[in-house]
Structures are given as structure tokens and as C-alpha cells.
Nanobody
């Protein structure tokens, strides 16, 4: 059974940092592209970043140069290092495996101004 479990969210002041983690289980983590998405209050879920199996990395333009996606395949873990956080980064952050459409439960990030 595929499972994705995020952690690391919290409340942080504007300009602060958080590191999110997503642990995958029930599948060979290193064989899949993995994504981060987020959903702000009252808005649709949006894509944030991707780390492909081939090492391709890409970011939503508004987080590029502030966020860094990484992965540890040996420990089936996806990370999102978020620096210089802004209030508009507030939302629930999800990791996602597109193959099979698997989502985690999300972790809440709140950035206060």
C-alpha cells in the first residue's frame, strides 16, 4: 500500500525557514518522480516543485531561489527546504506521486507577517 507522510510544518515569522519532509512507503521510492504541492486558504492546490528520478529539478517561479527540493532515496524521503518565507507561502503542503495519483495528508505551514 502506497503511503506518503509529510511533516515539518509549523508557524514561522516572515523571513524564517522551515524544512518539510515526506516519507514514502509501500513502493520503490527511487523509481518515481516526486512533487511538492501546496494549497493556500480559499485557493486551489498548486504545484511547487519536482525532483525527477533522472535528477531534473524545477520550481514554481515564486519560490525559486528561496526553496530547495531534495530527496534521499535510501530512506524514501523527499524534502523541501523553505527559506525567506513570506506570508503568501502559507498553506497546506503536500507531497505527491503522479504515477497512480498518490497524495500525502499534508503539513500546515503558517507564515506570520
Amino acid at each position: 500500500q502506497v503511503k506518503l507522510v509529510e511533516s515539518g510544518g509549523g508557524l514561522v515569522q516572515s523571513g524564517g525557514s522551515l524544512r518539510l519532509s515526506c516519507v514514502g512507503s509501500g513502493f520503490d521510492f527511487g523509481r518515481y518522480d516526486m512533487h511538492w504541492y501546496r494549497q493556500a486558504p480559499g485557493k486551489e492546490r498548486e504545484w511547487v516543485a519536482v525532483f525527477s528520478t533522472g535528477g531534473y529539478i524545477n520550481y514554481k517561479s515564486s519560490v525559486a531561489h528561496r526553496f530547495k527540493i531534495s530527496r534521499d532515496n535510501a530512506n524514501s524521503t523527499l524534502f523541501l527546504q523553505m527559506n525567506y518565507l513570506k506570508p503568501e507561502d502559507t498553506g497546506i503542503y503536500y507531497c505527491y506521486r503522479r504515477t497512480g495519483d498518490y497524495w500525502g495528508q499534508g503539513t500546515q505551514v503558517v507564515v506570520s507577517s
